[in-house]
């Protein structure tokens, strides 16, 4: 039995998502839900119809999972607890700041639907917070540390997007090499997030439209940039098609510990991904969270879950005696 999936945003991420879900056979798209025309989107997939956000409701019995695609700024505060009180959800909820409000609103949604609501599930949070967890289980004494990129936020640049006057916006986070080599040497220092990682923001702004306004907001942002070195580069949308049409990302998350009875011997963790497409591989891992969520609910789960819930098999399209067999 297919899992029948439908996407509610049809962007960046939402067409990741789409290739993504193509990729499984186990899974089926069977919707895809805008806030635009619905006439004016282009599907790569055959057959499957485009609706208006409001017809959402009236299909949730056609719908095993909705993926959320929308930005984490400003949609998905809002989304995902409305429609987890219809729909077992997904989304990629990303303000790890206010991760705890953001669950606790969707757990209150779901649970009173009686249905799933997984967030904040991509490569970070997501496959980054595994890596965490793993790593700090098996040295517990020992220190954390996160490096993302060089690559494209998308969650960064949507809130750049955001801001009157901006027409588009790409946001590059930039580790710090010196601060990321006296990581990897077990060296443990204590890093703030200006001396980890720089933010370049290169920006598109309307005709007319005050660019040291814009710079100002950019650079005061809360949970965005405030607490960064940013450079603000304002091109034309000709150099943005040109020199910033890709969307790459990645990162690495090291976790530096001893073992021993006196803390002798020095271990260090590193797991890292280098990603062409930021929203396909985030699209990818949607895709499988979807499916986790689907076998959930049909176990009589219900409230809100994170990765860190999931039993890694239940991402797994093989079968238990599968996975034992090859990958354990």
Not at 80 to 100: C, G, L, Q, R, W
Not at 103 to 119: E, P, S
Not at 204 to 226: L, N
Request: with cysteine; net charge negative; proline share 5%.
């Amino acid at each position: 039995m297919k899992t029948r999936i439908a996407i509610l945003g049809y962007g960046n991420l939402g067409r990741g998502a789409e290739a993504a879900i193509a990729r499984n056979d186990d899974l089926e798209l069977v919707a895809v839900f805008t806030r635009r025309d619905p006439s004016a989107l282009k599907l790569r997939t055959p057959g499957v119809p485009v609706y208006s956000v409001e017809k959402a409701p009236e299909l949730r019995d056609a719908i095993d999972v909705l993926l959320l695609c929308g930005g984490s700024a400003t949609d998905l505060p809002v989304q995902t607890p409305e429609y987890a009180a219809m729909f077992n959800v997904v989304d990629s909820f990303d303000t790890h700041a206010k991760i705890p409000d953001h669950f606790a609103a969707v757990d209150a949604a779901a649970r009173a639907a009686g249905k799933v609501g997984l967030i904040s599930c991509g490569w970070d949070p997501g496959m980054f917070s595994l890596a965490r967890v793993y790593a700090g289980a098996v040295l517990p004494q020992g220190k954390d540390e996160t490096f993302w990129g060089r690559g494209v936020s998308q969650g960064h640049s949507d809130a750049i997007r955001r801001i009157e006057g901006v027409l588009d916006a790409r946001q590059y986070t930039v580790p710090i090499p010196a601060a990321l080599e006296a990581v990897r040497r077990g060296e443990q220092p204590e890093l703030t997030a200006r001396q980890k990682h720089l933010r370049e923001c290169y920006v598109v702004t309307a005709d007319g439209a005050d660019k040291a306004r814009i710079e100002r907001e950019i650079k005061t942002m809360p949970y965005y940039f405030d607490e960064y070195d940013t450079t603000v580069t304002f091109i034309s949308a000709e150099e943005m098609a040109r020199d910033h049409a890709g969307l790459p990302h990645g990162g690495s998350v090291l976790r530096s510990g001893v073992t021993g009875w006196e803390g002798e011997h020095k271990h260090t963790i590193e797991f890292s991904l280098k990603l062409d497409s930021n929203p396909e591989f985030t699209g990818s891992v949607l895709a499988a969270c979807a499916r986790a969520v689907h076998r959930m609910y049909r176990e009589g789960m219900t409230g809100c879950k994170t990765i860190l819930d999931i039993p890694p098999a239940y991402l797994s399209p093989r079968t238990g005696e599968d996975l034992r067999a090859h990958l354990l």
